[in-house]
């Protein structure tokens, strides 16, 4: 429209009361959060001249659910979240942080059960099993609810925020095979735990590639970590002790320090070529002396900023999505840390 809408115009687009949409306009408050944001939407796509609602009256209250802060990279992506949070003031968006086990899925579906009753939107990164999904499946369809890092299968949440990690396996295979060059020898897998759709894709890439390229590569099978730090020592020292033609690892999970510790004690870091995912302090230290060869890195921080926005637009608070959904990966090696 040429002219700046009028109340009656956006209540008529909108099909809510006059009543309401001068409420939300002027930021009276009062209003639910789901017509706030059908106002929001008409008064935005008749051409309202207005800064709407600077400051809306309606606290959108945003629920954030990763692993306990044990996990380096969840550490990450709530520190993340806490440090963008300043920047939605305006937008009367806030995050609220939740952890939950990954080794109690009923656990986490209760959670999210009880999150949806309370909350406006939920952010989760957690695995895809039945009882988390068959949570989701019923909470997206009362509120937006986005999955970031790793996808849930459920069709009613909103997105999915991250990186593509089935193109992050083909990487990790790719750069294993141009690390080793000639050689012939064996690939040692390790993930977190094959529940999260990440690294179910990530195996599958890794594999795919090292298929089409690598012949003289063959991978173990993928043995899980459970996200314990013990663990991924001790999967990797079983390995070791089980297959000495090892001349390579793909960790795709937590416990990347405790595998270091464990090459640098057998004295095989030179030895073997170590990839892994995660951009943490440590991994740059180990980076940079060189028991680490490679790096693959989603961002923590833009997967926060894009989820929080993909939010905010869905609630009607900003005119668009800021990035994404598709969050591009870095791979760092000693020369870029």
Known sequence: MSQRATIQDIARYSGVSTATVDRVINGRG??????????????RELGDGRKLVALHARLARIAVVTQPPGNPFHAALQDAFRQIMPAYR???????????????????ATLIASLSRDYDGLILCLPDHPAIRQA??????????????????????????????????RIAADMMGRLLGPR???????AGTMHYIGHQQRYAGFMKALDERYHALHATPALECHENDDRAADVIHELLQAHRDIIGIYHFSTGADAIARVLEKLGLADRIVFITHELTPHRSALLRSGTIDLVLDQNPMLEARTALSTLSHYLGRSPAPLDGPIIPLSVHTRETV
């Open 184 to 190: 012939e020898g064996r690939v040692a897998l390790i």
């Open 90 to 108: 305006e937008q009367n968006i806030a995050c609220f942080e939740h952890h939950a086990a990954i080794g109690h899925p009923e656990r986490a």
């Open 30 to 43: 009062g209003v639910r959060l789901d017509k706030e944001r059908v106002v929001l939407k008409a008064a």
């Open 136 to 169: 989701v499946t019923v909470a997206g369809k009362k509120l937006p609810v986005v999955t970031i890092a790793s996808d849930i299968t459920a069709p009613e949440r909103l997105a999915y925020i991250g990186s593509d990690n089935y193109r992050a396996g």
